[in-house]
């Protein structure tokens, strides 16, 4: 299975996936492409490095169904079935959705569906929970709110700030998406509704 990458920022995550390609880990899924919304970023390089097509589509300048064509047409031109959103920081429209219909996936380094949106380590720290983690769902136009395929918690700190808690968010973070990602390309989640199911999900 094509995947297809998208990113904004430092690509942490990125890097998780193009290292578990290397090991084999991601089997049957191969990363095609990688496309981020913003120039420059370190995703990029980490894509070039790993010898993964990189692209820029910028958000800025365009209409939102504008950009979104822009997005499809260079996922589709590179065969892509199932899309990551990689610390991708821009919301989609199901004008762009419905052609990846439960074959997109994002990250979120909160535990779902608390701290929805941007700086969700902040949030938790602010709200002063005592465990958050990682959610990763199938993606709907809704921000940050389709169905959970998995979550991992950790705990949190009375001495955490954000960065400290992101960051052992993040360690976590880059062992699931692979592995979430392996599942999806080998077939093993399915979605009724909002729960999705797979191996692995029963007590017995
Ligand atoms: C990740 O922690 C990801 O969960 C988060 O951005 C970070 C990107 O890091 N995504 C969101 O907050 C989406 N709402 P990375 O660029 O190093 O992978």
Redesign the pocket.
Known sequence: MKVGVL??????????LLDAETTGRLEPATLAVVISNKPG???LARAGAANVPAFVVEHAAVAREVFEDQLHAVLAAHHVEAIV?????RVLTPHFLDHYRDRII?????LLPAF??????AQAIAHGVKISG?TIHFVDAS??GGPIIEQVAVPVFDDDDAAAL?AR??SE??KLLPDVVQRLARGELSCQGRKVRGPGRRAE
């Open positions: 990113v904004s920022g430092t690509g942490t995550n990125l890097q998780a970023v370190q995703a959103l990689a610390g991708f920081m994002n990250t979120h380094p909160s929805p949106g941007a700086n969700a380590a990682v921000l940050d992101q968010i993040q973070e880059h």
